[in-house]
């Protein structure tokens, strides 16, 4: 069960490079291959993909247009004696011979080749593994889209350019099939809708991805913002099939990156210095912690899993019937740590960041999870924090994938701060300071009680 309802406020002051947003950035792109299929601006995308990653070399299972050529540093045909070696420096093209006005595409040994050539020389190989004949969308033949069965990532893109234009061979590179597989007429207007259902059908978007590659979606040509808000939502819709979606505009070099965000309710703890089991303590006729729970939910995150330990039991049955994972931590008396590391460890592996809540905050509100969730959308930044009255933190805080594995070696009485040294932290500025009230104390349960009642 997906639940993603995050509204993102698809402002571009703040924006990340297109490696950076398909996390390719650095040595995270060495000796991977990365497909690109698909419309809406696949050549243009590749080009600054590589510009971004170079060394490295793009070659193409398509057709390529002569007037592309030039994007790019060398340009290699695939005779022997141009292939071996290749030049080590900047962008190397490696097409097949010339026909007329387009490239011919390579052949399945040189592409081997490739492959191999970039795997020892540690350097990332793109390929343009579909064509579009420059048209916004597009649905596959039955040949296509001709993607290495090696390949480690493969994104689909679509332009965004074409939503409200009718189906029709102006707008749609192959529209019978474009119409056969979203179940929209030729000559109606494209919606949203059918850019969904043909991006996430077998017969589409899906067509010929090899299993264990990654799948991210890539909505181009979001230049106003209208288009800009329209592909937010796109995203949302999209992330149940897909590792991610990115939202942006290759031409203003301007992307946000739609993960899945997670909830880790932290709920194993003894509640000495309050006396009593505090996470079932009342707040509005609930639980605490199945108040936590149910905002975590109805604010988008997915999946939400609470971290139980002492008098677990009793914490799971108030659970009952929400749709959430529960990760016992046997070793809860050992400190904070040991639920945090429980709490990661539960996490699917395609899961963008994680937003650690307290079972002993029932009144943070949804917006500001949404508001940590939109924000990461912007920069993927690694840790980010509330910032109170611009002078206090506090919870709850997001964590990037890219600190997990540190997440995972914490020890001891010790939470996520322990990470504030190590990773850029951004504050997120924000004006309710009931953020910072927590129940270590009656008198703290009362307070928040009293406050209720205002």
């Known amino acids: 069960m997906l639940k993603i309802n995050f509204i993102a406020i698809m402002t571009y002051n703040k924006s990340m490079d297109l490696a950076h947003s398909l996390r390719l950035s650095g040595s995270r792109a060495s000796h991977l291959t990365v497909s690109l299929v698909g419309a809406g601006g696949k050549t243009s995308a590749i080009f600054q993909l590589a510009r971004q990653l170079h060394p490295c070399i793009v070659t193409a299972t398509s057709h390529l247009g002569i007037w592309q050529i030039p994007l790019a540093d060398h340009h290699i045909t695939e005779t022997p004696a141009e292939l071996n070696p290749l030049p080590k420096d900047g962008i190397v093209l ?38 579009s004949r420059q048209k916004p969308l597009k649905a596959p ?23 409200g234009k009718p189906l029709s061979d102006e707008h749609i590179h192959r529209p019978e099939i474009f119409s056969q597989l979203s179940g929209l007429k030729i000559g109606q207007p494209i919606t949203p809708k059918e850019i969904i259902t043909t991006l996430t059908h077998p017969l589409g978007g899906m067509k010929n991805i090899p299993a264990g590659a990654r799948r991210i979606a890539f909505l181009n040509q979001a230049d106003t913002p209208k288009l800009q808000s329209i592909g937010g939502s796109m995203a949302c819709e999209l992330l ?113 960041s994680a937003i650690f809540l307290l079972a002993d905050q029932p009144q943070i509100p949804g917006d500001i999870i949404r508001a940590l969730a939109e924000s990461h959308t ?21 964590f990037d994938k890219v600190t997990f594995p540190d997440l995972l070696q914490l020890t001891g009485d010790v939470g996520g701060r322990a990470l504030f040294s190590k990773y850029k932290v951004t504050f997120l500025p924000w004006h309710d300071d009931l953020l910072l009230l927590d129940v270590d104390k009656p008198e703290d349960y009362q307070r928040l009680i009293d406050i209720e009642t205002i």
């Open 94 to 131: 490696v097409t097949g011979q010339m026909d007329g006005e387009r490239t011919r595409p390579v052949s399945n040994e040189t592409l081997l080749w490739l492959r191999e050539y970039s795997k020892n020389r540690n350097i990332p190989l793109l390929v343009e593994a579909d064509g």
């Open 141 to 163: 033949a039955d040949h296509e889209p001709p993607i290495p069965e090696f390949s480690d990532l493969v994104i689909l893109m679509a332009g965004l350019s074409g939503i």
């Open 240 to 352: 149940g099939k897909l590792d991610s979606v990115i939202v942006g505009s290759v031409q203003k070099k301007s992307f946000r990156t739609f993960e899945q965000t997670a909830g880790i309710i932290l709920a194993a703890g003894k509640a000495t210095r309050y006396g009593s089991l505090k996470q079932l303590l009342d707040w509005k006729g609930k639980p605490f912690v199945r108040q936590v729970a149910e905002t975590a939910l109805h604010a988008g995150l997915w999946p939400v899993v609470v971290v139980t330990g002492f008098h677990s039991a009793e914490v799971e049955s108030s659970l009952m019937g929400l749709p959430i994972s529960i990760a016992y931590n046997p070793d809860f008396e050992d400190g904070q740590s040991t639920s945090i590391r429980a709490g990661v460890e539960a996490l699917p592996q395609n899961t963008g």
């Open 378 to 398: 912007k920069e993927l930044d690694p840790i980010i924090v509330p910032l109170i009255l611009e002078e206090r933190r506090a919870n709850p805080v997001l």
